[in-house]
C-alpha cells in the first residue's frame, strides 16, 4: 500500500532524528563512520517505523521480521534507529564504543537484544539470511527477512557465492538491500574495484532486482512490497543513497567514510542538518 | 595394563583388529542424531561421499543441504540455520573447514555463539598421497583459539559416532576432527565417553611417563606402551579426546604421579594439543612435557603408514622419543 502523504512526513522526521543522534553518539563515542550512517538514514527510518513487523519490547518475537545488517560498522544508524523506536533509551546511544557498553563498535548479538547477528567483517549477512530464511521455509514460517549490504562489500567472495545459493534456493522470503552508496574507504567504488553494472551482475545470477532512490520514502517502501510478490526469485532492491546524506558539507566526500566529526564540526553539521544550510526554516536554527 | 575401566576391545592389540575411518562415526552419529531430533541439518561443500555426509542424506534428504564448493557461504549459511532454531553440523575438509571459512566461524558462529558444529575432515598427514594441500595440521590449534568452542579429537569410529551425538546436545559451538584412513576400532559402546573427560587407558606398575594422545594415534600410543613395558619401562596413557575443554584435573594427576610427559598428536606441535597440555601443566604443574607431532613443516604425498612413520607418529616412533626422553 502506498504511503500517504501523512507518513511520509513522519518518516522524513523520524529520518531528521535519527541522523542527529547518529551526529550526536559518533561525536561522543570519538571514532567511527559517519557518511554510510547518514545515507542509510531514511532506510532505517521506514524499516523501524513502517516496514518490519517487530516489538520493540519484546525482540525475540517470534512471528517477527529480521532484519539484519550486513555491513556492521554503519551500525549507529541501527542503534540510533532502534533507540527512537523505543528498544532502549537514546540516552544510551552516548555508550557507542565505550567499554562495557551494549553499543559495541560493530554490532553484537549477544550484547544487545534486537540486532539478530553479530557482523562487521563484511559479507557475511546475505549468508546468514539465507540460512534465517532457509530455515523459516522448513518449518513453514511466514516471518520475512531483511538483509542490508554495503556496495563496497559486493567486493568480497562470499557474497556472490550467498547470491549464487539464495537464486538456487529461489529464497522469495529474504529481501537484499544494497546501500549504493559508491564509496568505500580507499576511494569511490568504481575506483577501488568497479562493480558496475551491478544490476546485471544480480539479474544474471538469477535475482529479481529493483533499483530506487534510497532516500524517497515512497520508492523504497514501494521496493520493499514489491519484493514480496515475486516469489520464483530473491529481490535485491539496490539503493541509490548519497553518503552523508543531509550535511552538505560532507556529502559524497568519501574521507568521511571512516571518521567522525569533531564537536565543533557537529554544531555546524546539526545545524546544516536541521536547516539544510539556513535554506529551510528549522525551531532549532 | 588396559585399564579395566576404559572397556576397550579385546581386539586391541590384536593385528586382525577391525579398522574404521573415523569419519564413518560422523555418518553413523548425524543419523543416530537425526532420528533424535528433527533439527539437525547437515550442510555439504560438494564431498558428500568422502566426508560421509550422505549416510545423512539418504534417511533425512531433506534436512541435507548442499552448499556446492563454497565453503565460506556454509559456515555463515549454518550461523543462519542456527539462529533460527536448527542445530546444523557443518561438512568439509579441514583444510577448507575450518581453513577456508575461519573467520566465519570466528565472526558468525563463536563470537555470535550458534552452536553450529564444524565437522572437518581428511585432518593429518594419514590423508595420504593427495599430499600438503589437504593435509590440515593446523585446525586444532584454530580452533582451540576461539573463546567458547570446544574441540574434539576422536580416537576411532565408535568414539567419533558419541562425539558427534553429543555435540549434537551440547549447545555450544563445537569442532570436530576426522581423518581419512582407516584406522583401528579399539574403543567399544561401553567405553564411557563425555565431552571434556579424559581417560586413562593404559597403566603400567610402576609409570614413569605418562603418554598423553589424541585421535587415531591413541591406539599407537597404547601399542607404544606395550612395547614400553616389555622392555621395563612402565607408563600411563591418557587418551584426550577432549582438546578444549581440557580434563586439567587428570592431567595435572598424571603428571604428578610420572613427573614426565610426552604428547602424541597429528598435528603441528606448535599450537595444538601438545601446546595446550604445555600450557596446562607451566601454569599448574610443571614438569618436562616433550611434543611428538609434526615438528614446523607441511606434509607430503605417502601413504597413510609411511607418513606417520616418517613424521615419527609410527609404534616405534613413539617408543624411541619416549626412550630418548627417559635417558637425559
Redesign the interface.
Known sequence: MALVEKEVLFLEKKAEEIRETIITMLVAAGSGHTAGPLGMADMFSAFYFHILKHDPKNPEWDERDWLLLSNGHTVPVRYAAMAHAGYFPVSETSTLRKLGSRLQGHP???RLPGL??????L??GL??????????R??GKKNHVYVVMGDGEQDE??VW??V??VAKEKLSNLTAIIDRNNIQIDGMTEAVMPLESLSEKYRAFGWHVLEVNGHDMHAFVEACEEAKTIVEKPTVIIAHTIPGKGVPDIEFDYHWHGKTPSAEEAKTFLKELRTMKGSVPHEYS | MITSESKLSAEVFDSAITKKATRDGFGTGTVRLGKEDERIVVLCADLKESTRAEVFEKEFPNRFIEVGIAEQNMAALAAGLGLAGKIPFITSYAAFSPGRNYEQIRTTIALNQVPVKVMGMHAGVSVGPDGATHQMLEDIGLMRMLPGMVVINPADAIEAEKAVVAAGKNGLPTYIRFGRAPVPVFTTEETPFEIGKAQVLWRSERPKVTLMATGAVSHTALMAARALDASGIGSIVLHVHTIKPLDTAAVIACAKETGEVVTIEEHQVAGGFGSAIAECLGSHYPVPVTRVGIQDEFGQSGTPDELLEHYGLSVTGIVQSVQRVLSK
Open positions: 553484537e548479538r549477544t539478530e547477528t553479530t557482523s562487521g567483517p559479507g557475511e549468508s546468514q539470511a539465507a540460512g534465517i530464511a532457509y530455515a523459516f522448513m518449518d567472495g562470499n557465492e550467498a549464487m545459493w
